[in-house]
């Protein structure tokens, strides 16, 4: 697995998504896997950032991937603080998008863009997060 380290900070979201993206399309994504590729990347990059460091240049985010016969996974690791998506309760998508937070819809449109998504966590506190792009829909 291709591996790059990148210091946890906003600046990085786009040598992030480019990084992945290149993956994507080696691994025969069409353009518009891979730009979900990228968008569930980004999300998943600034919650590390925000929320397993808790601020910019507090730790690494080490990114893989692995092509597959059916697509691609990606990986995303960090050494913060664990993080649980079970306890997170899904979002109201129905309610009025004035009325919701201004946040707190990472995961759900991680779900939404990949076609498995997965939270892993490794012994010294960090978190792994796998996540897989289809080029056909398992549906």
Do not use: W
Request: with cysteine; glycine share 8%; aromatic share 10%.
């Amino acid at each position: 697995m291709p591996l790059t380290v990148f210091p946890a900070n906003f600046s990085n979201l786009e040598k992030i998504r480019d990084f992945f993206a290149q993956a994507a399309r080696q691994a025969g994504l069409d353009e518009d896997a891979v730009y979900d590729v990228q968008m569930a990347a980004d999300e998943a990059a600034a919650n590390i950032i925000d929320h397993a460091y808790g601020g910019e240049n507090r730790g690494v985010i080490e990114c893989s991937y692995e092509i597959l016969d059916k697509g691609i996974r990606i990986v995303l690791h960090d050494h913060g603080q664990a993080f649980d998506p079970d306890l997170i309760a899904p979002p109201d998508v129905s309610s009025d998008p004035c009325a919701r937070k201004p946040r707190g819809l990472g995961l759900y449109f991680m779900q939404k863009l990949m076609d498995v998504v997965s939270f892993t966590f490794n012994g010294d506190g960090g978190n792994i997060l796998t996540m897989e792009k289809y080029k056909e829909s398992p549906c």
